[in-house]
């Protein structure tokens, strides 16, 4: 019912696009003991074959990390025709973004985004968010000892080192034969 009423409502607009995030969740392969997927598939791919030409324009995109996982149905000419790879952030997009995330923190010193950048290697965006929220903890517990301590307001700032000590403890959550099976999908 929701997914008819979600194309009910696209069509309703005449122009639109509706995006599945993690879309092998909704759009995996059949064939399963789970009923509601078995009726949950054949609903997604009979709203996305119902577009007439007069109703406008709607697009559908579908982001999947699992491609591989995704119903051969969808994949068929017509549905989801353009396939597009996004590969993992190289070195220049790292070090913009590593400065993004840190530029509107406090910060003690100098941050080194260049070698942050060179020593991540294979992370991704979310990736480099988790190593920086978590850098932003030490800070944050050290303000917490030093108040123990009797420190009245004590202020502590996120520092190179934060991120390096944070750094030695993370792998990226993508792996080279996660990334080979991709780029062989594609």
């Not at 559908?60 to 994949?75: K, M, S």
């Not at 597009?84 to 406090?106: E, G, H, M």
């Not at 978590?134 to 004590?154: D, F, L, T, V």
Request: net charge negative.
């Amino acid at each position: 019912k929701h997914v008819q009423a979600l194309f009910e409502a696209a069509r309703e607009a005449k122009n639109a696009v509706i995006f599945f995030d993690e879309a092998e969740a909704l759009a995996c392969r059949r064939g399963g003991n789970s009923t509601v997927m078995n009726r949950l598939v054949p609903e997604l791919l009979s709203q996305m074959d119902g577009f007439q030409k007069d109703e406008g324009h709607i697009i559908v995109i579908f982001a999947t990390n699992r491609p591989y996982d995704l119903d051969p149905a969808f994949l068929r000419p017509g549905r989801l025709p353009n396939h597009c790879y996004i590969p993992l952030p190289d070195y220049n997009v790292r070090r913009t973004f590593l400065q993004k995330l840190v530029a509107n923190r406090p910060c003690q010193g100098a941050i080194d985004t260049e070698a942050l950048a060179r020593k991540t290697e294979n992370f991704s965006c979310a990736d480099l968010v988790n190593l920086v929220k978590r850098s932003c903890q030490r800070p944050i517990n050290r303000s917490i000892a030093r108040e123990k301590q009797g420190e009245k307001e004590p202020e502590e700032f996120l520092t190179m080192e934060d991120l390096e000590c944070t750094l030695e403890k993370l792998e990226p959550s993508v792996g080279p034969e996660d990334v080979e099976r991709l780029e062989k999908w594609m």
